[in-house]
Nanobody, 126 residues
């Protein structure tokens, strides 16, 4: 059984940083592309960033490009999201996801991900 558990969310002020972690059990992240999505109240789920199975390709939404960094930690079987210069509009529940097929390049389309975590709340407020 595949499980994803996110952590690291919290309440921060604009301009602060947070580091989210997603620990995976039941499969090896070294073989899978992974991604982070987020969903704010009343809004649709939004792509944040993705990383290929090899870790060599990463891409981000325009809204977080240059501020967020997605990484894989194969030793911990986890994916992380370093978030810098947080803005109020970054407030959302953040979910990590694993792509359905192995050795993938990742995607902005949530339909290609078949395992999801429950999410961790990030609130940016002064």
């Amino acid at each position: 059984q595949v499980q994803l558990v996110e952590s690291g969310g919290g309440l921060v002020q604009p301009g602060d940083s947070l580091r989210l972690s997603c620990v995976v059990s039941g499969l090896s992240v070294s073989r899978y592309a992974m991604a982070w999505f987020r969903q704010a109240p009343g809004k649709e789920r939004e792509f944040v960033g993705a990383i290929s199975w090899s870790g060599t390709t990463r891409y981000y939404s325009d809204s977080v490009q240059g501020r967020f960094t997605i990484s894989k930690d194969n030793a911990k079987n986890a994916v992380t999201l370093q978030m810098n210069d947080l803005k109020r509009e970054d407030t959302a529940v953040y979910h990590c996801a694993v792509e359905a097929t192995d050795l993938g390049l990742g995607s902005r389309d949530p339909r290609v991900f078949n395992h999801w975590g429950q999410g961790t709340q990030v609130t940016v407020s002064s």
